[in-house]
């Protein structure tokens, strides 16, 4: 578990660089393909940003001075929607490189997850309770 704790967040970041990587090829609707280059800044900009993202959530799920973690992946998701808010003023211009969107659906993405998760753990802690009454 310490594993998943320490890894998984450096993971789900992996996957969202390898496809903002994937997206640096396209140029957008502004730029003639035939003469679009490799968007390496825009690329290393939003690795940057989904890094310390990434490490905000670290900082809000990782801890284990709780015997549960539901208050904090109920931060996460509240981190997450303004995550989104961010993103969507930051990067949600038309006629962009691709790979100005990832921050976006890594938002989205993250806001869902985060979700299931709080509601996974308080189903997990009602259950608990409702056991211990009997």
Not at 48 to 68: D, E, F, K, R
Not at 96 to 111: K, S
Request: aromatic fraction near 16%; hydrophobic fraction near 55%; proline fraction near 4%.
């Amino acid at each position: 578990m310490n594993a998943i704790r320490r890894y998984g967040l450096f993971l789900y970041w992996l996957i969202f660089a390898f496809y903002c990587a994937l997206l640096g090829k396209i140029p957008g609707y502004g730029v003639n393909p035939a003469h679009g280059q490799f968007f390496w800044g825009a690329v290393i900009e939003v690795w940057i940003v989904l890094a310390i993202a990434v490490l905000i959530l670290h900082a809000i799920i990782a801890p284990q001075n709780y015997s549960t973690s539901s208050p904090r992946f109920g931060i996460a998701f509240g981190f997450s929607v303004l995550l989104v808010i961010i993103f969507s003023i930051q990067f949600g211009y038309v006629d962009l490189a691709p790979v100005r969107y990832v921050p976006i659906g890594f938002a989205h993405v993250t806001a869902i997850l985060t979700l299931v998760c709080a509601i996974a753990e308080t189903t997990v802690i009602v259950r608990r309770k409702r056991k211990a009454k009997k």
